[in-house]
């Protein structure tokens, strides 16, 4: 009896943490919740083109910091098609690139793949933000495994963007990463 009552507790308790993060956590945000907000639009084309800086953590499972990097982009846009270059300089040496390309919709939908985005990444714009989902595959060197990620940037007033994503496995977090990005001063 007392197997079937924890078995039944545990059940239940993952169906509520479950149904809280459905219903009123990351992944409860959808693009129309930003779409009347206040202040300026963001607007890919403006807000993500040209040089391009950050600065960011990536948070474990557990909620601590398991990375800090720093990140250098350059966006070059063409009517309504982008690529943006990344490279990104860990704080244990590591160093990564990827080139996102992107395409904007007059719809304000974002359709994007990148050489470990399997398939294509689909976004909206909508207010001050921006969504995109999509389904990364991490290098073999760290297991080569296919994470689901969901991204939302939002435009501060001052033209700062700040980035929160989250990759799961299996429906469960497995990592967050947060970054400011700002236009990169060019001395």
């Given at each position: 009896m007392?197997?079937?009552?924890?078995?039944?507790?545990g059940f239940v308790a993952l169906a509520?943490?479950?149904?809280?993060?459905?219903?009123?956590g990351f992944s409860a945000q959808r693009p129309a919740d930003y779409a009347d907000a206040p202040g300026e639009?963001?607007?890919i084309r403006r807000h993500l083109n040209g040089a391009l800086e950050a600065e960011g953590v990536i948070y474990g499972p557990t909620g601590r910091v398991t990375s800090r990097f720093r990140g250098d982009f350059?966006?070059?846009w063409e009517g309504?098609?982008?690529?943006?270059?990344e490279r990104y300089l860990y704080a244990s040496g590591v160093e990564e690139e990827r080139a996102w390309h992107l395409t904007l919709g007059n719809d304000g939908r974002i359709r994007a793949t990148a050489a470990d985005v399997v398939g294509e990444g689909r976004g909206r714009q909508s207010g001050p933000s921006v969504q995109m989902r999509y389904r990364l595959r991490l290098p073999e060197d760290k297991g080569g495994i296919v994470l689901n990620a969901t991204d939302w940037m939002y435009l501060t007033p001052d033209g700062t963007i700040?980035?929160?994503?989250?990759?799961r496995k299996l429906g469960l977090k497995v990592a967050e990463l947060v970054a400011v990005m700002r236009r990169k001063e060019v001395v």
């Open positions: 007392t197997a079937v009552w924890l078995l039944t507790g509520l943490v479950w149904l809280r993060d459905r219903l009123a639009a963001m607007d350059v966006a070059t309504n098609t982008c690529v943006l270059h700040v980035n929160r994503s989250q990759f």
